[in-house]
Each structure stands twice: as C-alpha cells, then as structure tokens.
C-alpha cells in the first residue's frame, strides 16, 4: 500500500457513550463526521461488559500513566489541589468509575475513515474534560462536565464519546469491538470530488 493510500484509509475508533444516547446526540454527533467528509464503515449498538470496558480502556499499558497525569494537571491549571499526587491511584478511581458510566445503558460503536481520521476526529471531539474543551467540538457544545464535580461525586467525567488517540490505538480498539466482516470497504462518490489528483471529468464539465 502506497503512503498515500494509507492515508486515506486511516481509520479510527469512536464510541457514543450512554449519555449521549440518552440524550439524543447520535444523529448530531454523527453529522459532524460526515459534514466533514469522513466515512463510516462499521457502526453497531451495544450494551457493553464491565470487563470488555476495563479491557478496553487498558489495552495501551501507558493509559493510566497518561490519564493519571493529564487529570493532575487539569487541576493544578485551575489553580486547585488534586485528589492525589499518584497518577495510577488517580487512574485507579477513574476506571472503576467508567466501567459505571459505561455500561449504564446502550452505546454505539463506530469506525470513521478518511485522511488523518485519528487527528481529525480529537479535534472535533474536542478535550477530554467538557469544562475547558473549546467551543465548536462536540465535548464543549453538548455538555457540562469538569474533574472536579466527577471526583466529588466518586463517577467518571461525562462526556459523551470516545475517540481513538492515536492510529496503532485504533487499530487495537477497532480489533477490540469489531470482528473484521464487521468494517465494510466501500467506495464514497465524494472521494473522487476531494482527492482525486485529475478533477477532469470529475466536476461536471
Ligand atoms: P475517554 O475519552 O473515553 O477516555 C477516558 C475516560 O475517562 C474519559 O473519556 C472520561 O470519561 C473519563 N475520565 C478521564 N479522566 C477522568 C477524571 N479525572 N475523572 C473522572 N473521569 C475521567
């Protein structure tokens, strides 16, 4: 496969989270990937296992390192005491907490394809904590959420999607949801109309 080719068939895994569902987000969420130009090629609804979510969430062995980090450090950005020095012990509170959130109802699962599909989707998605995520993404125009009230609470953040952070990060979670006959090939006629290096005959004239 061509560098170009790869790049175009970047795929990346994305989850509508219970709330999101409930609160009827699929059809807007889903927009946004589309308006963008990205293409769906799996899509399927689920009640998940805490199992499968505790697997899930640590298939990369440095995701309770990083979450652990980036949660310390939200909190001294706002000027405020985290509720402890220790990454992983962070990370511990926040994973038992998830595995709550995320079987409390039906998700949807879903892989998106399309150039720099990883990036572009965290970038519509927007931070992690709906509190400082920017206005425009999905996570800072549909909710309200912060560290601070999840922790007093004892519960995850809410913030109504998953997206993969990184390519080799989508390509385990896609394996982790989706069996392959699941993830459709096809071809968009709008592919033609963004990449196709030869617009002749392409725009109509
Ligand atoms: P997600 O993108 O699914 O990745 C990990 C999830 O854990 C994150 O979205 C939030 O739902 C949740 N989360 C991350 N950090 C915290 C935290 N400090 N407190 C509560 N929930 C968190």
């Not at 990083?66 to 994973?95: H, Q």
């Not at 892989?111 to 800072?140: F, M, N, Y």
Request: glycine share 8%; aromatic share 8%; with cysteine.
């Amino acid at each position: 496969m061509s560098h170009e080719t790869q790049i175009k068939g970047e795929r990346t895994f994305f989850i509508i989270k219970p709330d999101a569902v409930q609160r009827g987000l699929v059809g807007e969420i889903t927009k946004r990937f589309e308006r963008i130009g990205l293409k769906l090629v799996a899509v399927k609804t689920a009640v998940a296992t805490p199992e499968h979510v505790e697997a899930h969430y640590t298939l990369d062995p440095e995701w309770k390192r990083i979450t652990g980090e980036k949660t310390i450090a939200g909190y001294k950005k706002k000027g405020m005491t985290p509720p402890s020095e220790d990454p992983l012990e962070i990370t511990d509170a926040v994973l038992k907490g998830l595995k709550v959130y995320m079987t409390s109802g039906p998700i949807v699962c879903m892989v998106w394809e399309g150039p720099h599909a990883v990036k572009i989707v965290r970038k519509i998605v927007g931070g992690t904590e709906p509190l400082t995520s920017d206005v425009g993404t999905i996570r800072g125009d549909y909710v309200i959420d912060s560290y601070q009230m999840a922790d007093a609470d004892n519960r995850a953040v809410r913030n109504l999607v998953h997206a993969s952070g990184s390519v080799k990060e989508a390509e385990n979670e896609i394996k982790h949801w989706f069996k392959p006959e699941e993830i459709i090939d096809y071809k968009l006629i709008q592919e033609q109309v963004m990449y196709a290096p030869e617009i002749e005959g392409v725009f109509g004239k």
